[in-house]
C-alpha cells in the first residue's frame, strides 16, 4: 500500500512535473497552484498511515503551498491545521511567535508568525509541507514549535529534493521525518529524474 | 441537515470570533490561521449539498485563507482546487489571466493571477472564499473565469457580512452564491451579532 503511494506520486512527478534549469521543479499542475485534491488525499492517507503511531494534536504548515495538503491530511488525522504567515511586519500582533526563513527561490528573508493562541506546551504537532529542499522552511517551523514549547512529533513531506540535504539534516538532528518521493538527481536538459528508495 | 450547519456555523461565530471595532470580525481560531479541519468539513459537505444540481469541474479560491476551506471542500466533489496567486509581478508568467483586486484589509491593490493551464473554456467552476464583504476578491475571481472562457457555476462562502453589500451585489447580478452564515450586523462595543435567516 506505502509502496503504491510512492510509486503513483513519482509517475506524477515524471509525467506532470516540468523540470527547470537551476533545480527548480515545477509541480504547479497537481501540488501547488493546482490542487489535485483526489490524488493529494491518497498522500494525506499515507501520511496518516506512517504517523499511525504518533498521539498527533495539530498539523503545523506554511502559507500558501502548504495549506492545501495539510488541509487534505487533516482530514485523516482529525485534527487542526495551524500555518504560518508571511508577516509584513506592519500589522504585526505582538501575541506570535516569530521567527525568520530565507527563501533561496525568491532570494528574500521571510518573517513568519503564529499567533501564541494556537500552539502550546500541550501540542504534539506533525509539521507538513509540500516540498523540502534546503530545509529552511522547516526549520523555521520546527523553532516555531519550540517557543511554543510543544512537541515535534514528525515531519512530512511530499517531495524531497534530496540532493538539496535539507532532508538528510534534519534526520540526522533526530527528527521523524518521512518524505512521500525523494529525488536524488534530476536534469533539465534529459528530462529525467532519480529517486532515493530508503528502507522503512 | 443544512439548518443544522448553518447553527453550527453561527454558534462558533458568536463562541469563537472576536468582533473589532471598524466592522472586522477574526475568525481565525477555526476559518484561516487555524483551521478547525473537523468543523470545515461540515461546511464541506454542506457546500456539496447547496450545489449537488450542478456539474463543477473546478474549484476556485485564492490564497492563502480561501485554499483550506477549499480544498476541504474539493474533498466532497472530487475536483482540484485551482487558487489565484499574488503576483509579485517580478516573476509572472506570461500565460496567465490576470486581474487586480482591491483589499480594504491591507488597503492596497494585489495584482492577482492564475496560469491559463488550469482553466479553460470547458470547465465549470464554483469559486469558493472563507469571507464576502464588498466582493473584491469575488468579483476578480469572476474576472478570471470570464477569460478563460469557463462557467461560474456557482459561488460559495463560509461567512458573508451581509451589511457590506458585496454578496447581495452579486446575487442582484444573478449568481448562484450560497453563503453558510450571513452577518446583518455586528457591534464591538456590547459584542453582539445579528445573522441573516434566507428562505432556501
Redesign the interface.
Known amino acids: 500500500m506505502e509502496g503504491l503511494t510512492m510509486k503513483l506520486l513519482e509517475e506524477k512527478i515524471v509525467n506532470d512535473g516540468v523540470i527547470k534549469s537551476g533545480n527548480v521543479l515545477k509541480v504547479?499542475?497537481?501540488l501547488n497552484?493546482?490542487?489535485?485534491?483526489?490524488f493529494?488525499?491518497e498522500l494525506g492517507k499515507e501520511l496518516k498511515r506512517l504517523f499511525a503511531d504518533r498521539n498527533i494534536t495539530k498539523i503545523l504548515t506554511i502559507?500558501?503551498s502548504g495549506?492545501?495538503i495539510a488541509?487534505?491530511a487533516?482530514?485523516y488525522f482529525?485534527?487542526?491545521?495551524?500555518?504560518a504567515?508571511k508577516s509584513?511586519g506592519s500589522?504585526m500582533d505582538k501575541d506570535v511567535y516569530f521567527t525568520q526563513i530565507y527563501s533561496y527561490t525568491?532570494s528574500k528573508t521571510n518573517d513568519v508568525v503564529?499567533?501564541k493562541?494556537?500552539l502550546s506546551k500541550n501540542d504534539h504537532v506533525l509539521i507538513i509541507d509540500d516540498f523540502l529542499a534546503n530545509g529552511c522552511a522547516l526549520e523555521g517551523l520546527i523553532d516555531i514549535v519550540r517557543q511554543s514549547g510543544g512537541t515535534v512529533e514528525g515531519v512530512g513531506v511530499a517531495v524531497e529534493k534530496g540532493f538539496q540535504g535539507g532532508g538528510d539534516k534534519l534526520r540526522k538532528a533526530g527528527y521523524n521525518l518521512h518524505s512521500l518521493a525523494i529525488i536524488d538527481k534530476m536534469d533539465a536538459k534529459t528530462n529525467t529524474v532519480v529517486f532515493r528508495h530508503e528502507e522503512e
Open positions: 504547479d499542475s497537481f497552484h493546482q490542487i489535485d485534491v483526489p493529494v488525499a502559507e500558501a495549506i492545501g488541509c487534505v487533516a482530514m482529525g485534527v487542526p491545521v495551524v500555518f504567515k509584513s500589522n525568491h503564529v499567533s493562541r494556537f
